[in-house]
Nanobody, 122 residues
Framework: DAQLVESGGGSVQAGGSLRLSCAAS?????LTWFRQAPGKEREGVAP????????AYADSVKGRFTISHDSAKHTMSLEMNNLKPEDTAMYYC???????????????????WGQGTQVTVS
């Protein structure tokens, strides 16, 4: 199993920036950021393959968020700029160990989850 630990959440004003990190205990093929706002379903934000070879973004964050991965440290990061109140949510890191068929967007595809880090934009 892989353990995932998120960090970097906090409270910022609209237009501000935050950088989230997700440290994995070992190699995983794909890591993805999800988020969940109160009363809403968990939604995919951005995935990345180990080493950063393949990325994608939800439409709501394109042009504002940037995902990256340091394969030597097994650490994924999410640089979030121009934050909006609607970005307020608990942000989760998720991962699976090897390539598989299906969309990165579905939570059911993931084997490992972190505990989450709160992002609040006012």
């Amino acid at each position: 199993d892989a353990q995932l630990v998120e960090s970097g959440g906090g409270s910022v004003q609209a237009g501000g920036s935050l950088r989230l990190s997700c440290a994995a205990s070992r190699y995983t093929y794909r890591l993805t950021w999800f988020r969940q706002a109160p009363g809403k379903e968990r939604e995919g934000v951005a995935p990345i393959t180990s080493g950063g070879g393949s990325t994608a973004y939800a439409d709501s964050v394109k042009g504002r968020f940037t995902i990256s991965h340091d394969s030597a440290k097994h650490t994924m990061s999410l640089e979030m700029n121009n934050l909006k109140p609607e970005d307020t949510a608990m942000y989760y890191c998720a991962a699976y160990p090897s390539p598989r068929v299906g969309s990165w967007y579905f939570t059911s595809a993931y084997d490992y989850w972190g505990q989450g880090t709160q992002v609040t934009v006012s």
